[in-house]
C-alpha cells in the first residue's frame, strides 16, 4: 500500500492494483490493509480510469461501504459508459 501512496506514475499504480486484485481473486471479503483509505483516496481520484476503477473495487473488498455505494451509483448511471458501468 505504500508503494500506491508515493507512485505518481498510473502504469505503476495499475501493476500493483493489479497484483492487489490477483492476489484476492475469488475472496468477497478480505480486512482493509493498514493506510488503504489513503491511497485508495487519491487513487480514485486519479486520472486513469482503470486505476479508478480497480481502486474502487478492491475498496469494495475490503469493506469500504462508499465504495460500494459509489459503484452501485455508477452502474444505474446511464450516463456512464457501458464499460465501467459492467466493471
Same mark, same amino acid.
Given at each position: 500500500?505504500? @508503494?500506491?501512496?508515493?507512485?505518481?506514475?498510473?502504469? =505503476?499504480? =495499475?501493476?500493483?492494483?493489479h497484483g492487489l486484485a490477483?492476489?484476492?481473486?475469488g475472496r468477497r471479503s478480505? #480486512?482493509? #490493509?493498514?493506510?488503504w483509505s489513503a491511497a485508495a483516496g487519491r487513487l480514485v481520484a486519479s486520472d486513469d480510469p482503470e486505476? =479508478?476503477?480497480? @481502486?474502487?473495487?478492491?475498496s469494495v473488498v475490503f469493506g469500504d461501504v462508499a465504495a460500494a455505494s459509489?459503484? =452501485?451509483g455508477q452502474a444505474a448511471d446511464a450516463a456512464i459508459d457501458a464499460a465501467t458501468r459492467s466493471s
Open positions: 500500500v505504500h @508503494a500506491l501512496e508515493v507512485s505518481t506514475s498510473a502504469a =505503476r499504480q =495499475r501493476d500493483i492494483l490477483e492476489g484476492i481473486q478480505v #480486512p482493509m #490493509p493498514d493506510r486505476v =479508478r476503477q480497480t @481502486a474502487l473495487a478492491l459509489t459503484l =452501485r
